[in-house]
């Protein structure tokens, strides 16, 4: 059981917050780009590339691995079974990473400070819809709590 709210039958409320995040994280980096010397473009910049690529891959990889269970909504598919394996064997909510490493990225890259306050925006919001999304998991699946207790939650090995 948790506190944090539903927001809809499946969770829509949870979709639409995250679209609206989605988009003001692009906003702010075009609008607010170009906030650092050019010295540090160089290096934000590689370190954008690689927050970004790491994230797509893990992302993608989250996607492909959960298949027909992938959906946008918090709530689970009703004909779905758990995935503990693949990517979800390091991390439970690779996608969330994936997005949330992205969103990082487009920060530096943009060099963009509001970009990188949405992006830990988004951050503190995907832990908020995984708490949520963990609670409609443990009630459908026997073998959720056992699989929280190994696995992390967004940072594989840390959190």
Known sequence: MTRIPALGPRGEG????QIVLFGLAFGAGVAGSGAWRHELRSVTTVAAGVL????GLL???GILDLRENLTALPAPVREGHLVEGGVYSIVRHPI???VILAA???GLFTA???ALGVAAIIALFFDLKSRREESWLAEK???YSAYRARTRKLVPWIY
């Open 14 to 17: 949870w979709l639409a917050g």
């Open 52 to 55: 970004i690529l790491a994230g």
């Open 59 to 61: 992302a993608i990889r």
């Open 96 to 98: 969330y990473t994936g």
């Open 104 to 106: 990082f990225g487009w």
């Open 112 to 114: 963009s400070p509001a």
């Open 141 to 143: 699946y026997p073998g």
